[in-house]
């Protein structure tokens, strides 16, 4: 399993970024791709997930609101829309895949998004 992250920048507080996650390899409907994040000095948190079959989304209440996750089954990507962006959703974003929610078993390489005040 590969999951390789790409989208991220430097922005200004307000902008958006669009994050993107292509996976390799079969998804089964059952899986539940997402991601997390983690800034400097700080443990890698939820940010948002979605599984694969049914397209149900989950949020955490930081970003509900701003981010909305979407995915292409065809393409097996991921994308996370990332609106009215904050500094403190300054991090290293990383594309999750696993089988429960917040409870990824594989991680991507990480996409730096720094958005500054």
């Known amino acids: 399993v590969q999951l390789q992250a790409s989208g991220g920048g430097l922005v200004a507080a307000g902008d958006s970024l669009r994050l993107s996650c292509a996976a390799s390899g079969r998804i089964f409907s059952s899986a539940v791709m997402g991601w997390f994040r983690q800034a400097p000095g700080k443990e890698r948190e939820f940010v948002a997930e979605v599984r694969w079959g049914t397209s149900r989304t989950y949020y955490a209440d930081s970003v509900k609101g701003r981010f909305t996750l979407s995915r292409d089954t065809a393409d097996n990507t991921m994308y996370l829309q990332m609106n009215s962006l904050k500094p403190e959703d300054t991090a290293i974003y990383y594309c999750?895949?696993?089988?429960?929610?917040?409870?990824?078993?594989?991680w991507g390489q990480g996409t730096l998004v720094t958005v500054s005040s």
């Open positions: 999750t895949r696993g089988v429960n929610i917040r409870d990824p078993v594989y």
